[in-house]
């Protein structure tokens, strides 16, 4: 019963999702949107159920599995990408390095405001 409940919490935050994504005409996916939905009701919750917890679990083992179609699709579409091959190696390497550097600066931040070790913390409370 857990496992039928967790399920049913996914595809009801997707569901909601693919409402509001229409309801609004945003240009996001319903799913995407689905997944905000469910992350702000877990925040809300404070925890995450059991059966939502198996129902992801298992997901997650077979997560692979869902690339397949990915890969497929660009094999048939193969002559597309062909096309475009230099505007989406540009894009993929100038979004990645971007990307790297975005996390590297925050990185850096956060690690320079919190303190090394827990007695710093106590040291710089005392003086």
Same mark, same amino acid.
């Given at each position: 019963? =857990?496992?039928?409940?967790?399920? *049913?919490?996914?595809?009801?935050?997707?569901?909601?999702?693919?409402? /509001?994504?229409?309801?609004?005409?945003?240009?996001? &996916?319903?799913?995407?949107?689905?997944?905000?939905?469910?992350?702000?009701? /877990?925040?809300?919750?404070?925890?995450? =159920? %059991?059966?939502?917890? +198996?129902?992801?679990?298992?997901?997650?083992?077979?997560? +692979?599995?869902?690339?397949?179609?990915?890969?497929?699709?660009?094999?048939?579409?193969?002559?597309?990408?062909?096309?475009?091959?230099?505007?989406?190696?540009?894009?993929?390497?100038? *979004?990645?390095? /971007?990307?790297?550097?975005? +996390?590297?600066?925050?990185?850096?931040?956060? +690690?320079?405001?919190? =303190?090394?070790? &827990?007695?710093? %913390?106590?040291?710089?409370?005392?003086?």
């Amino acid at each position: 019963m =857990p496992l039928i409940l967790g399920m *049913s919490i996914l595809l009801g935050c997707q569901f909601i999702g693919e409402i /509001l994504v229409h309801a609004l005409h945003l240009p996001v &996916p319903g799913p995407v949107l689905g997944m905000a939905v469910l992350l702000v009701g /877990l925040m809300v919750n404070g925890r995450v =159920p %059991a059966g939502l917890r +198996t129902s992801g679990e298992g997901l997650l083992r077979y997560l +692979t599995l869902l690339f397949v179609p990915a890969g497929v699709g660009i094999m048939v579409h193969f002559g597309l990408i062909e096309a475009d091959f230099w505007p989406i190696v540009v894009t993929l390497v100038v *979004s990645t390095a /971007l990307t790297l550097a975005v +996390t590297a600066k925050v990185m850096e931040r956060l +690690t320079r405001s919190t =303190p090394r070790d &827990p007695r710093d %913390a106590l040291r710089e409370d005392r003086s």
